[in-house]
Nanobody
């Protein structure tokens, strides 16, 4: 059984930074494509970032490019999202997700098989 558990959310002022973590269970973590999505109240879920099995070729949503960095460590089954220069519009629940095999895109949430419960990020102005 696969479990994804996010942590690291909280309240931060605009311009600040947060680092989200996602701890994954499962022996095949190194084979998964990992992604982060977010959902603000009243809005659809939005793609944030994804990273390939090897840790190379990170892929970002346009709204976070240059500010957020995704990384992973297969030795301890963890993926991180470093968020810098945060803006109030980054306020959302952030979800970690795993794609067990590549289905043609990183940024479509329907391609992901497993999801965490989410962690709240609130950026004050």
């Amino acid at each position: 059984q696969v479990q994804l558990v996010e942590s690291g959310g909280g309240l931060v002022q605009a311009g600040g930074s947060l680092r989200l973590s996602c701890a994954a269970s499962g022996r095949t973590f190194s084979m998964w494509i990992m992604g982060w999505f977010r959902q603000a109240p009243g809005k659809e879920r939005e793609f944030v970032a994804a990273i390939s099995r090897s840790g190379g070729a990170p892929y970002y949503g346009d709204s976070v490019k240059g500010r957020f960095t995704i990384s992973r460590n297969s030795a301890n089954n963890t993926v991180w999202l470093q968020m810098n220069s945060l803006k109030p519009e980054d306020t959302a629940v952030y979800f970690c997700a795993a794609q067990s095999y590549y289905r043609g895109s990183f940024d479509n949430d329907v391609n992901y098989d497993y999801w965490g419960q989410g962690t709240q990020v609130t950026v004050s102005s």
